[in-house]
């Protein structure tokens, strides 16, 4: 299970490759709206995948965030590191195994 943070900025670029370029750069507000979530807080989660070098901003009238062609071949696990860090990726992921049902021997071999 990844985080809501994670899921937003998951949500986040799914929307900026499909709306944004070089060109076309998509404001927080829009972004915000688009996926309704709070925008301070996406704003955060944002410049946090910016920082990252996971995706670019301009600042200014014309400004906001897109995408390109690294960011498209970017593994999501990098996005989610970048928001919760590996190791709450790991302890997810073992936790969910965990929790796996173990399986249950074939009749023939019960006696």
Request: glycine residues 8%; hydrophobic residues 45%; aromatic residues 8%.
């Amino acid at each position: 299970m990844i985080s809501k943070t994670s899921g937003y900025a998951i949500r986040g670029l799914v929307y900026l490759a499909l709306k944004s370029s070089d060109v076309s750069k998509v404001g927080i507000h829009e972004l915000a709206d688009e996926l309704n979530v709070p925008q301070p807080f996406l704003g955060k989660i944002m410049q946090g995948l910016v920082r990252r070098d996971i995706i670019s901003s301009t600042k200014g009238p014309n400004g906001g965030f897109f995408i390109n062609e690294r960011t498209l071949a970017t593994p999501i696990i990098e996005v989610v590191d970048a928001i919760d860090g590996w190791a709450s990726f790991v302890a997810a992921f073992w936790i969910t195994r965990m929790q796996q049902p173990k399986a249950v021997p074939a009749a023939s071999s019960c006696r």
